[in-house]
C-alpha cells in the first residue's frame, strides 16, 4: 500500500530516487521493490506500479470487453503503449523518461504520492493547484464513493447497508 508524499529532486539525467518508504511498503521483513512500471497518469501525473501492481491492473484491464467501449480503449491503448519498465540504480534512483516527463510538466522538484494501489509523480507546482482544487471537496467525494459501494473509514454511509422497500 503506497501513502504519503515524499519531494524528491530530479537530477540533470533526469534520475529521481523512490523514497525508501516506497520502495519497502510492507511490514519488516516483506518484499522491497527496486522495479516498478512507469505510465501516463491522470490529472497529468505519472502512475507508477510495482510488478504486482502492473499484472494485475493488466489482467483487470485485459478481462474487460475492449471492443465493448471506446472510452476503454482508448484507457487500454495510452496506459499500455506508454508504459515503461524501469529498475532503481545502486542508489535507489530511477530515470523518468522524456515522454512521461512532458506528460506529468516535470521540472526539477517532484513530488511523490501515495494513491493506494500506486505510487505518483507530479509536479509540486501541479499537486499544489490540484490539492488546493480537490481537498475542499474531499467529504462530497468521500460520498459519491461510498454510493458507489466503497466502504471508506470515517463516512458515516460506509456502514449503512441499503434496506428494501416494502
Not at 510495482?50 to 495510452?78: N, Y
Not at 499537486?127 to 466503497?150: K, M
Request: net charge neutral; hydrophobic share 40%.
Amino acid at each position: 500500500m503506497f501513502v504519503g508524499n515524499y519531494e524528491v529532486r530530479m537530477d540533470a539525467k533526469h534520475r529521481v530516487i523512490v523514497p525508501q518508504k516506497l520502495r519497502e511498503p510492507r511490514a519488516e521483513g516483506g518484499l522491497v521493490y527496486s522495479e516498478f512500471y512507469l505510465t501516463l497518469g491522470a490529472e497529468g501525473c505519472i502512475f507508477v506500479y510495482t510488478p504486482e501492481g502492473w499484472r494485475k491492473l493488466m489482467d483487470e484491464m485485459g478481462a474487460t470487453k475492449p471492443l465493448a467501449d471506446a472510452s476503454l480503449r482508448t484507457v487500454q491503448r495510452l496506459v499500455a503503449a506508454n508504459a515503461v519498465p524501469c529498475a532503481c540504480d545502486g542508489q535507489g534512483r530511477i530515470v523518468l523518461p522524456n515522454d512521461l516527463r512532458r506528460h506529468a510538466d516535470l521540472k526539477r522538484d517532484v513530488l511523490w504520492v501515495g494513491a493506494v494501489s500506486r505510487a505518483e509523480i507530479w509536479s509540486v507546482e501541479r499537486w499544489r493547484e490540484y490539492h488546493e482544487t480537490h481537498a475542499p471537496l474531499l467529504s462530497e467525494s468521500l460520498d459519491v464513493v461510498a454510493r458507489a459501494g466503497f466502504a471508506l473509514p470515517g463516512n458515516p454511509s460506509h456502514a449503512a447497508t441499503p434496506r428494501e422497500e416494502t
